[in-house]
């Protein structure tokens, strides 16, 4: 990917996005939250919580605001500094509607229904809201009103993130440098953790049935371990095409301790394994949540201090844009 960087940003600024639609899992804290709390020395990064996307399926309000809450309390309880990284949830900056808006102005219907995760999800049946159609364009007006230059994306985001890059580069080409264009970074951790029950797919928040959520009871994790699909090869080792189970474990295993697994070719050492490292890294996230969980209202000022100290940035885009696209400030 090459980049043009407008002189607003100079400095590493990444944004990592949550959606609330679920409890965040295993795989969402290796492979997003792990890499932003090890960043937050090296570059200046936003945690943000989109409850606007959640909002593009048939939704329970009750749940994507307690959903928003707890993802926020499991963001501080796992190690994200907030001093540091702010943790914004979308809704509480409105530049993000404004701002979407505008992005509309300079996006095509085609482009939006082209994204996959558009025509997957609209497959379904039913009705499709029209949010789930522009969802990708609020997503980068999420990206470009923070001038931000990194965005660690999995691979079902790649294509979105193209698009925020594209129309950052068409509004800079229309209507003058208004935007920095983002670039997608893969998170370091080089293992995809999959559903531990059908481990040929990532594993989701709404999707599949052997999540591990970070607050699950140790039972039910440990159940969760025990169940995880294995096969009859009868080796640990990493074949992600002929073992995709015991593949999916051998690498949870080295994420969570930086070591592969005993010399065994048992699979219930395997699973024992997994559950004890699983184990000794979310006791203390469960202690710390349940200190926090306490008190909510805490959290919630935690919110309101991040989407304070946004607020500007996201302002001063927005004024820029207004004004190169020939509203009046
Ligand atoms: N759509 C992303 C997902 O489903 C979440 C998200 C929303 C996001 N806004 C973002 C990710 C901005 C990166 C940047 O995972």
């Avoid at 990206?143 to 990194?150: P, V």
Wanted: aromatic share 2%; proline share 6%; hydrophobic share 40%.
């Amino acid at each position: 990917m090459t980049t043009t960087v407008t002189a607003a940003a100079t400095r590493t600024r990444r944004l990592t996005g949550f959606q609330p639609t679920g409890r965040l899992h295993l795989g969402n804290l290796l492979g997003a939250l792990r890499p932003l709390i090890a960043a937050q020395d090296a570059a200046e990064s936003i945690a943000l919580i989109a409850d606007l996307h959640a909002m593009t399926m048939d939704h329970d309000p009750a749940s994507v605001r307690r959903h928003t809450l707890e993802q926020a309390t499991v963001m501080l309880a796992a190690g994200v500094d907030p001093e540091r990284t702010p943790i914004v949830v979308q809704s509480q900056v409105r530049e993000h509607t404004e701002l979407h808006y505008l992005l509309e102005c300079v996006a095509a219907h085609g482009e939006a229904a082209r994204m996959i995760q558009f025509k997957e999800k609209s497959a379904a049946g039913g009705p499709i809201r029209l949010s789930l159609l522009t969802y990708p364009v609020l997503m980068a007006a999420d990206i470009l009103l923070y001038d931000t230059t990194q965005v660690p994306v999995g691979e079902d985001q790649n294509q979105h993130l193209e698009l925020a890059r594209t129309l950052a580069i068409r509004f800079n080409t229309k209507y003058g440098d208004t935007f920095t264009v983002p670039e997608g970074v893969r998170p370091d951790s080089a293992a995809r953790i999959m559903d531990l029950a059908e481990p040929t797919r990532k594993m989701g928040k709404s999707t599949g049935t052997g999540q591990i959520r970070l607050l699950d009871p140790p039972e039910v994790i440990r159940r969760t371990v025990a169940r995880a699909a294995t096969d009859q090869v009868g080796l640990v080792r990493r074949d992600r095409d002929n073992q995709p189970g015991v593949t999916n474990l051998v690498d949870i295993l080295a994420e969570l301790t930086g070591r592969p697994p005993s010399d065994t070719t048992s699979y219930a050492t395997l699973k024992r394994e997994v559950t004890d490292a699983i184990e000794a890294v979310l006791t203390p996230i469960r202690a710390r949540h349940a200190e926090l969980s306490a008190n909510p209202d805490s959290v919630r000022a935690v919110l309101a201090a991040g989407a304070e100290k946004v607020r500007p940035t996201a302002a001063a885009t927005v004024r820029r844009a207004r004004e190169a696209i020939g509203l009046l400030n």
